[in-house]
């Protein structure tokens, strides 16, 4: 990919350069944002650009032989929320016609960026790359710092400190100093006073002088003189480096013996002990626990929406939908590509439809279960669900089955007469608040990183990497990307399976929780062989047992061969219970055993220390005993549903399915919709209340022949 590198002069966008080098990207062209000639700046009070040593950045560019772009920051900023809304009178603006004006010269399709902790700063370069059809490239996104900064240095980043602005740094002791000469001191700070090592707060900025991709120059600072802020506290100063800068021939033995080499440094191994090795890199280290998180306040109402009447009796937060579009309202007389993309919209104006009746809308959305039939029509499917879900999009796993319909879909939303007046709210990263509802409380927050780094696959589309909705936490399906380079990692379904497992579990560290407190684990394979290990190497990465379904189904996206979907509870597990009982088969000749799982956790309420949210997770697996050679589907749904709402007792009578999904092997099912009518009738009857039920047919389950997997507040 050729590349524009946007460039400050710091050591931060120089690294992530040569991350992108070695990745095996072209830099073709330097950006760089500077302050108007006429303002007499040297710095301006953005939150979005560093300036200082602004004068010096051509030098750079002369450096690596490239051409140098720049715009003047004309614009201040006037958005300052975490998730951006293009405004006219804004400073990205002027990034994006910097950028327009670069790829309206140079051939260009990606722009590298030196973010490693700001949300703030990715999101704003997110939204002007996916408006100019660019990818963002953000190597360094979560990199921990303490392990960062050594490596810039030792591979070869030589950057000078040209500003002070923290406890502990002072302009005599620490300007013009490289970052070698300082390392010690900024480790000894950040221990005693959190100062981050890299200056992700602020506290420092630095200017390049050399680095590998200097061709045959490096650069010398010289008239330096200090310029001290006059409101500057004495025990914090502030302070910036003013200077020139020469270049400097390099010598021969400077341009060989650096230790970094376009060869490595990609950071896109995985360890997977008896497995081998993924990649001939080093391993990333895991991501450090932030906020770093989009959050959408829900106030909840009481009461539903009229026109949910059969579900009224459930309460208003977390609900399931099921959609599966009639195929008999799709005009016949067009083409097959027509017809896939008629039954998508109708899926999702279905979609829009229910979640109206229930004073919801599409920002209320946590997680979107899609289920396809032939996933070479999935690119007409996504086009149009890319139309449907826009800013703050869900979760998603994306499976093959085979079925009539070409897609089936299910979705978990927060449901609330008061949701269309708070969707707007998410732009404020403080002041959550929620009300109280049936002792239930709800505040959405997601994970959307679309920038390609070595932390874990990027979503360019329009899902999230997560959602929660605490105390639940639902990670997207997870297949065995090799992040940096968006390509299936080699090495057969194992090393895919640890890969993409890995990938989950950095995606629930940004939402400070971990595969320890998973509870519900679903694994899509497409090889028998992988089956029945999939749950081995579960237990490999945590000592935590949830509820495991794994399930063989006939495609996967990018013809992958697993698929990990984890659901996370942050609470107590407060019950745990397991049983087997039995069920009279079809013919009379022989008993159906279900083996039941149940796990209950308890968490306090994010907004009521006092009040208790209760969550459920059911696991009813099916096994046909000696003798028994055919099944009465509604006898065993209604035994599924009666003994559910026996177990779920303690919720009450207001308990709330959040997901239900009935796996059920082909050969049982009726793939035209017959088994779901029959699970949805059985539950109406049986259970709490009315269920959407999602029947998922699948060639082969781990155990038995139907599992029921529920998910209940």
């Not at 609900?319 to 039954?343: G, H, L």
């Not at 109206?356 to 289920?371: F, G, I, N, P, R």
């Not at 703050?392 to 499976?399: D, E, I, K, N, S």
Request: hydrophobic share 40%; aromatic share 6%.
């Amino acid at each position: 990919m050729k590349v524009v590198a946007l460039v400050s002069g710091g050591k931060d966008s120089t690294y992530n350069m040569m991350q992108c080098v070695a990745a095996g990207h072209e830099i073709v062209a330097l950006a760089h944002l500077r302050p108007p000639v006429d303002s007499g700046q040297d710095e301006l009070d953005s939150p979005m650009f560093q300036t200082v040593g602004h004068w010096a950045v051509e030098a750079i560019a002369r450096c690596m032989d490239l051409p140098l772009f720049s715009q003047q920051l004309r614009r201040k900023c006037v958005n300052g929320s975490l998730h951006y809304k293009p405004a006219e009178e804004d400073e990205v603006e002027d990034m994006l016609c910097l950028l327009q004006k670069v790829k309206d010269t140079v051939d260009v399709q990606g722009v590298s960026v030196g973010a490693i902790l700001s949300t703030y700063q990715r999101v704003r370069v997110e939204n002007v790359c996916s408006r100019l059809h660019l990818t963002s490239l953000a190597y360094l996104w979560q990199r921990k710092q303490e392990e960062l900064l050594p490596e810039m240095i030792n591979r070869g980043v030589e950057a000078v400190i040209i500003k002070v602005a923290a406890w502990g740094l002072t302009p005599a002791k620490h300007l013009g100093k490289t970052l070698g000469e300082v390392q010690a001191d900024l480790v000894r700070l950040s221990h005693k006073c959190q100062l981050n090592v890299c200056g992700e707060g602020g506290e420092y900025e630095t200017f390049t002088l050399d680095c590998p991709l200097f061709k045959h120059k490096r650069l010398v600072l010289h008239s330096t003189s200090v310029i001290e802020d006059d409101d500057t506290d004495p025990l914090a100063p502030v302070a910036y480096l003013k200077f020139d800068v020469t270049t400097q021939e390099k010598e021969e033995t400077e341009m060989n013996t650096s230790s970094w080499s376009a060869d490595d440094g990609c950071g896109d191994s995985v360890l997977t002990e008896d497995y081998g090795s993924v990649a001939n890199a080093q391993a990333l280290p895991a991501v450090p626990c932030l906020s770093l998180l989009n959050p959408a306040t829900h106030n909840l109402s009481s009461g539903v929406a009229n026109g949910a009447s059969e579900k009224a009796d459930m309460p208003p937060c977390l609900r399931w939908i099921v959609v599966e579009p009639p195929t008999s309202e799709v005009v016949e007389a067009c083409t097959q590509a027509e017809r896939i993309r008629a039954q998508a919209e109708l899926a999702m104006q279905c979609l829009q439809d229910q979640l109206s009746a229930l004073s919801a809308q599409l920002t209320d959305v946590c997680q979107v279960q899609l289920y396809v039939s032939d996933m070479s029509n999935f690119k007409l499917i996504n086009d149009v669900y890319c139309k449907t879900f826009n800013h703050g999009p869900p979760a998603r796993a994306c499976v093959g089955l085979n079925m009539a319909s070409c897609l089936r879909m299910a979705v978990v939303a927060l449901t609330s007469s008061s949701s269309a007046a708070a969707a707007d709210d998410d732009d404020d990263n403080a002041g959550l608040t929620c009300t109280e509802q049936h002792h239930h409380c709800w505040s959405r927050r997601y994970l959307h990183v679309q920038s390609v780094s070595h932390w874990a696959p990027a979503n360019i589309g329009p899902y999230s990497q997560a959602v929660q909705a605490s105390p639940i936490t639902w990670v997207a399906g997870q297949i065995g990307l090799v992040p940096g380079k968006m390509v299936l990692v080699q090495g057969g379904w194992q090393v895919e399976g640890e890969l993409a497992l890995r990938h989950a579990s950095r995606v629930l560290e940004v939402h400070s929780a971990s595969l320890e407190v998973c509870a519900l684990v679903t694994v899509f394979v497409t090889q028998p062989q992988a089956l029945h290990h999939v749950q081995t190497m579960w237990n490999r990465s945590t000592d935590k047992r949830p509820v495991l379904v794994a399930v063989l189904v006939p495609c996967l996206p990018r013809q992958a061969a697993i698929e990990w979907q984890v659901v996370a509870v942050d609470g107590e597990q407060t019950g745990d219970a397991s049983s087997v009982d039995c069920v009279p088969s079809g013919d009379g000749d022989g008993n159906l055993s279900v083996e039941w799982t149940a796990h209950e956790y308890t968490c306090l309420s994010s907004c009521e220390a006092d009040v208790e949210l209760k969550t459920t997770v059911i696991s009813a697996t099916v096994v046909a005993c000696s003798g028994c050679s055919s099944i009465n589907l509604e006898d065993t749904a209604a035994h599924l549903w009666q003994r559910t709402r026996e177990m779920v007792t303690g919720h009450g009578t207001r308990c709330s399915v959040v997901q239900a999904q009935l796996f059920i092997q082909e050969s049982c099912c009726d793939t035209s919709g017959g088994t779901q009518q029959v699970m949805q009738a059985m539950a109406a009857k049986h259970f709490l209340s009315a269920v959407d039920v999602l029947v998922v047919p699948v060639q082969q389950l781990n155990t038995g022949f139907m599992t029921l997997q529920l998910l209940l507040t």
